[in-house]
């Protein structure tokens, strides 16, 4: 078992836009590039020209559709980005046998020490939202590290210094900073919109917010239609009021 | 407990270096990170006008393209039958040797026999040169069977058009509809444009009949019958004209609506523009009760209404002409509904919605303007309605006329080139159309001799068509004949076809670049594969005698090269992207870039430009060769790149010009222009001052711009055409005026397809084929991650998909007993295909899809013979005719749009039929695998690329 730090002030984390999310897998690819040489690498693909080509992702893209009673012109096509929540209350932490898996007081990253990591996958068990990826070939676990060879690296310029699925996200669906800042942009866009977490019921805590889809714009109020007896016009009569129109040119 | 230490600021690049993506067609802006030699991390260049820093999926996935086992390793000589993938690797000396000698003997005696077209290159403005300086008229690239109808009806109707030539205001439209724009084109702006306009809470709508991508994150979908979008925006039209809103001074100011049309059935110039002796259109000036100049700006212009000519004759404003056409019950929203799939009331509100935020909400920036007239603007006022088009209309035979209505609509709404409406980006608008016209008239082309021009431009009239004297083509696809008579981009999809039959004439050599003709980029796919190996009985040759092809990879249509001459990758040459090609800007100012070695290659390939330039010298081509005879550009590309002028002054690049590289636009060639591309990103840009960067077709500031920079003739205004002459000048011929008639045979098509205002006709092969019969519209799109990227797959594109299902409506699909994962046959006229079913809510109930160009045939790309590219990927390809249907009168015509020569992908048609029970649950038809051999590298069982950037990590084997 391995114990949780102490709740610290910081909680890094992602706010992810489903408003305008378009299911494009940049960030998930973008994900990969860096972290495939990067504080997990490799993320091992095996198999990679053949039959069953399978690697190492710590971001997938879910999509799915959502039916509601109005049928096929109701419903909603979902793209659902998912890493690693890196929850306030970590079972995939709690869990590990060896003190591999362990929470960062100071931003609340959920990371795996690969040293003390024996592949038991345990964590993969404990973690509700398929998070934790199991690198066969390594023999251990790896998962999203938010980008922790990025946000504090000295080496790069200060605006990359975010995960690299929020620099590459063309729509802008993705947001990182301190989720209990309340003064944070991130935690004004979850007021602001609703942000909720994936499947709270289970008392994980997740830090990682979804932001729902904003309510469809209303055009002027609500118009409905240009006018009521515009079936019944007669072409002619219509010329006969604009014959008089003359504008400069 | 105690944390592990950390390195959170390791060592990431030894080197950046800035170059250009070449994973689609958008052409952003990258950073790529190198770390030993080898590619650490590719990213977005924050200050590149086209990404703006960020990157899409195919970008991120170019790593694995730079390191993919199936990249060629050298040239290729056949040695087996052709399509048997048996090749022997050859010195590039005894390649070059070989093309040649074979060219040089095409060229002494007969230069059109070279039919030398391209694919996604981005490389036009050296290959349509290169082609002409050969000398054949049978050039063209991939335009033809992707997008020509969306340019040829943009640039004859408004000057400008979408994708490269425009884009929505996302800055500032309210209102955004989008129709047929599958994932992409293009890919990373519009991204970020629907981010920013969703964010800002303007309405977007999506018309497409299928809710992915882009139209899963629309306010609202409008789930449309495939083909039908002419019928509805005909009835939006309808609905705007009826109740007044249309923007009447806009359209007098800045387009044809009150020019007069000739009203006299029969003569030679019905339906042309009346005009003074000099050659001016003419209006009815109200004010003055007169008939004056058009263009004048003193006259107060009647819209409706009919007026003597001095003649005698009667004339009516192109406007009431317009409005008489669309005001008719035919076009009612409740007489269209059940054609496009939508219901009535849902047209009448999106047509209450547009008219509303183009009128009511305008947006007002505070910028003073000049336009044309000299008349100062104090402030820009828009309509922000927008619209944004691709593939789904672009790729049905109607989709010239379709194009044309969005562009009509546009106008009455006056959103265009304003805030918040569709934005031009520079060099367009150009004059409508670009005084550009297509080479290779009899006598043109001769032994030994350039062509007298570009081989793609835009004809005005019969007289520019490029036919003999029974009307017969001219060139192999057949464009500028009267078969497609405004065929700006070629006919790359009948090329293959053309060939074999010898129709119109024989060929001897098909030069290749980057095009998948033996596979996915070919309509009839199995029919490209038989026609390429087809020999003729008494001699045993090759009815198409020689095939030369460049790839950078084993793609499918290796195989059928005799001569195969490797690419090198993106990452691994220089590159143009030149505003004389298909340019980058954005609507607030000109933009070009070139590409950069960021690696050296470790096989022995070359850039295919460079090989283009060599091949040019060998073969003595008069602008590739010096007076003495010798190379005039021994650098290749990078070289070309600099030094060659198209006009004095104006080269591949526009940036830094002139000696000390203080000139843009035009220039003297600048020995150091490489290196400041490079010093900045390897891009350059101009911004537009404020004041220009609106309403440019009649903005005086631009315009004089405009015209310095060389991107128009002279600085006058760009007037806008609701109702088209030329193709008028097209109809009168089939009516039998004129010096160049069609042959009798073509007049009824000619006259019925060149209606000066848009039309809309049910697509050319559904009106062939018993919808009873085959009831559903079929049609495909790429998904995100693999649009407009060359072979669609790598170790980590493949990860995300890499087998695909016919997609149906689950409403539909019960109603005929098919469930989720049933095995299917979809068959069409053409042929059939058995698949599996996916079934779905967001597609029309009427409509079938796939992904394209997921299947792939076994061992190409260098994958497993069991891949599921290969065991589970399908093409519909197999379905789609090149020709129209047989056993029709029209069958010898080719599946296009009969304006522009477009391929209609999208007209098809299907049944689909449960397999048996009995039958084998695989894709059908298969094909004989086309496997490397020793020819490529091995492929690894496990890939562990990046492992070497960990300290303390083994190297990647």
Known sequence: MTSLPQAGGVRLGLVIDLDICVGCHACAVNCKEWNAGGHAAPLTDSDPYGADPAGVWFNRIHGYEVTNEMGDYGGRTVHFPKSCMHCASPDCVTVCPTGASFKRAEDGIVLVDEAKCIGCKLCSWACPYGAREFDAHEGVMKKCTLCIDRIYNENLEEADRVPACVTTCPVGARHFGDLADPKSEVAQLVADRDGYDLMPELGYQPTNKYLPPRPQPQIGGGVDRLSNDQDTVDPDSKFLQWVDKLFSR | ?957
């Open chain 2, 1 to 957: 407990m105690i944390e592990p230490d950390i390195d959170t600021s390791p060592h990431i690049a030894d080197e950046i270096k800035y170059t250009t993506c070449y994973m689609c067609a958008c052409r952003c802006g990258i950073k790529v990170h190198l770390r030993d030699g080898d590619v650490r991390y590719i990213e977005g260049n924050r200050d590149h006008p086209v990404n703006q820093g960020v990157l899409c999926g195919k970008g991120s996935a170019g790593i694995m393209k730079q390191y993919s086992p199936a990249k060629l390793k050298a040239p290729l000589l056949r040695t087996g039958p052709r399509g048997s993938g048996q090749f022997k690797e050859i010195s590039w000396d005894e390649a070059m040797d070989i093309a040649t000698e074979r060219l040089a003997n095409i060229r002494a005696t007969d230069p059109k026999k070279l039919a030398f077209f391209t694919g996604r290159d981005q490389s036009q403005a050296l290959t349509g040169w290169w082609a002409s300086q050969f000398g054949t008229p049978n050039y063209a690239a991939h335009g033809g069977f992707c997008s020509v109808n969306m340019a040829a009806a943009g640039l004859y109707s408004i000057g400008g058009s979408f994708w490269e030539f425009g884009e929505p205001d996302w800055d500032h439209t309210k209102y955004l509809m989008m129709f047929g724009v599958a994932e992409d084109h293009d890919s990373n702006p519009i991204k970020i444009g629907l981010g920013k306009i969703k964010s800002r809470g303007a309405k977007f709508v999506s018309v497409n009949p299928v809710r992915t991508g882009y139209s899963a994150i629309a306010d609202e979908w409008l789930g449309i019958r495939p083909g039908t979008d002419g019928l509805f925006l005909f009835s939006l039209i309808r609905e705007l004209l009826i109740s007044d809103n249309v923007d009447f001074p806009w359209l007098v100011k800045y387009t044809n609506a009150p020019w007069l049309v000739i009203q006299d059935e029969g003569a030679a110039d019905h339906g042309l523009f009346a005009r003074d002796d000099d050659g001016n259109p003419l209006c009815w000036d109200g004010e003055g009760k007169r008939l004056a100049n058009a263009l004048d700006t003193d006259v107060k212009p009647a819209v409706v209404g009919v007026y003597t000519l001095p003649d005698g004759r009667d004339a009516v404003p192109a406007f009431e002409l317009m409005a008489r056409r669309y005001m008719v019950p035919a076009y009612a929203p409740e007489a269209v509904a059940d054609r496009i799939g939508l219901p009535a009331d849902t047209i009448r509100r999106i047509a209450a919605e547009m008219a509303h935020t183009a009128f009511q909400e305008e947006v007002v920036l505070d910028v003073p303007w000049v336009d044309f007239a000299g008349r100062l603007h104090e402030q820009m006022v828009g309509r922000p309605v927008s619209f944004h088009a691709m593939r789904g209309i672009s790729a049905h035979s109607n989709g010239f006329h379709t194009c044309r209505a969005i562009h009509l609509l546009q106008m009455l709404l006056g959103a265009i080139d304003c805030p918040g409406g569709f934005r031009y980006k520079p060099p367009f608008p150009r004059p409508v159309p670009p005084p550009q016209k297509p080479a290779g008239k009899t006598g043109q082309v001769q032994a030994g001799t350039p062509l007298q021009g570009p081989p793609l431009g835009f004809p005005t009239g019969p007289e520019d068509l490029l036919i003999d004297d029974d009307g017969k083509p001219l060139r192999l696809d057949k464009a500028y004949s009267w078969e497609a008579p405004l065929s700006a981009h070629g006919l790359m999809h009948m090329i293959i076809t053309n060939a074999w039959k010898g129709d119109p004439y024989p060929i001897d050599t098909l030069l290749l670049f980057m095009a998948n003709m033996g596979w996915n980029s070919s309509m009839n796919t199995a029919g490209m594969i038989d026609m390429l190996t087809d020999t003729d009985p008494d001699t045993g040759d090759y009815k198409i005698p020689y095939i030369i092809y460049s790839d950078a990879f084993w793609s499918e249509t290796v195989a059928y090269a005799d001569l195969v001459l490797p690419d090198t990758t993106y990452l691994e040459r220089h590159d143009c992207i030149s505003l004389l090609d298909r340019p980058i800007c954005d609507a607030d100012g000109p933009a070009d870039a070139i590409r950069q070695p960021v690696v050296s290659p470790d096989r022995d390939v070359r850039p295919f430009q460079d090989v283009l330039i060599d091949l040019g010298a060998r073969l003595g081509l008069p602008g590739l060769v010096d007076e003495d005879g010798s190379p005039r550009y021994p650098g290749g590309f990078p070289d070309y790149m600099v030094h060659h002028e198209r006009a004095p002054g104006v080269g591949m690049l526009a940036g830094w010009r002139g000696e000390n590289g203080a000139r843009h636009g035009s220039g003297a060639p600048n020995e150091n222009q490489l290196a400041m591309y490079k010093a900045n990103g390897c891009f350059w840009k101009d911004e537009l001052a404020k004041g220009q960067r609106y309403f440019k077709f009649a903005n005086k500031d631009y315009l004089e711009y405009a015209a310095r920079m060389g991107f128009i003739g002279k600085a006058q205004p760009v007037v806008m055409q609701i109702y088209s002459e030329i193709l008028q000048t097209f109809r009168l011929a089939a009516d039998g005026h004129g010096p160049v008639q069609p042959p009798d045979a073509e007049r009824d098509r000619i006259a019925c397809y060149f209606d000066p205002l848009p039309v809309w006709y049910e697509p050319v092969e559904q009106s062939l084929i018993d919808d009873g019969d085959y009831p559903f519209f079929a049609v495909t799109q790429r998904p995100m991650i693999m649009y407009h990227a060359w072979d669609s797959q790598n170790a980590w594109q493949r990860q995300i998909i890499s087998r695909n299902r016919l997609y149906m409506n689950r409403g539909r699909a019960r109603t005929m007993g098919i469930g989720e994962d049933d095995w299917v046959w979809v068959s069409s006229h053409k042929g059939r295909v058995r698949c599996q079913v996916q079934l779905m809510d967001g597609v029309n109930p009427d409509t079938v899809w796939t992904w394209n160009a997921i299947g792939k045939r076994q061992g190409a790309w260098n994958l497993d013979v069991d891949a599921p590219e290969a065991k589970q990927g399908f093409l519909l390809n197999h379905l789609i005719s090149e020709l129209l249907p047989e056993g029709t009168d029209k069958s010898r015509y080719s599946n296009s749009d009969p304006v522009t020569g477009q391929a209609a992908w999208y007209d098809l048609r299907v049944k689909i039929e449960k397999a048996r029970p009995d039958e084998a649950r695989e894709i059908a038809p298969q094909f004989e695998p086309v496997t490397p051999g020793d020819l490529l590298d091995k492929t690894p069982a496990t890939l562990r690329y990046g492992a070497s950037f960990r300290a303390g990590k083994k190297a990647a084997p």
